[in-house]
């Protein structure tokens, strides 16, 4: 079973980067199929998906973000990351990591519980 | 970008009842459709898969159906712990979420 936990500052100042890891346990960020996500969600509001990437590095991203955010994964640690740059209190939000496991990128199992992040 | 109406934004209804909500996608997506049960401070959770596939461990009162661009989610006797944020999603390209629909005990 996976089990996703982020980490990261809860505070960030506007035109700064915005970083939030999520460490995997319960099986290896780098098995085959899988795919590994950020989505977020501001206050009271919905959910947004940020961007996806690959067991095989490939990213996906939102094209209303993309110009700003940046996903990779670290196997030594058996993590991948988020970056985020030139937040403003738009930005502002729950970010939560998740993953599909080995079904489609979109079908989102294994979720974290979720890093709130102020702008 | 492919959008996603969900309906109703909220509804209030009685234990027992059944519940319907609507998702409607700006484009056909054939059956790449979720839905998701989030309460308060929780992680979504993943309720059905492919517009009709009941995920692992889930009651079977929930259910979900449609292809193409309207879907419809059910709850055929609502429960109180039932209460929570309902959300579509779409993964035809590349993945995207309606609007939320909350559901309260009337």
């Known amino acids: ?119 | 970008d492919i959008q996603m109406t969900q309906s109703p934004s909220s509804l209030s209804a009685s234990v027992g009842d059944r519940v319907t909500i609507t998702c409607q996608a700006s484009q056909d997506i054939s059956s790449f459709l979720n839905w998701y049960q989030q309460k308060p401070g929780k992680a979504p959770k993943l309720l059905i898969y492919d517009a009709s596939n009941l995920e692992t461990g889930v009651p079977s009162r929930f259910s979900g159906s449609g292809s193409g661009t309207d879907f419809t989610f059910t709850i055929s006797s609502l429960q109180s712990e039932d209460i929570a944020t309902y959300y579509c999603q779409q993964y035809a390209n590349p993945l995207t979420f309606g609007g939320g629909t909350k559901v309260e005990i009337k």
């Open chain 1, 1 to 119: 079973q996976l089990q996703l936990q982020e980490s990261g500052p809860g505070l960030v100042k506007p035109s700064e980067t915005l970083s939030l890891t999520c460490t995997v346990s319960g099986g290896s960020i780098t098995s085959s199929s899988y795919y590994w996500g950020w989505i977020r969600q501001p206050p009271g509001k919905g959910l947004e998906w940020i961007g996806s990437i690959s067991y095989n590095g490939r990213t996906y991203y939102n094209p209303s973000l993309k110009s700003r955010v940046t996903i990779s994964v670290d196997t030594s640690k058996n993590q991948f990351s988020l970056k985020v740059s030139s937040v403003t209190a738009a930005d502002t939000a729950v970010y939560f990591c998740a993953s599909s496991g080995p079904r489609f990128m979109g079908t989102l199992v294994y979720w974290g519980q979720g890093n709130l992040v102020t702008v």
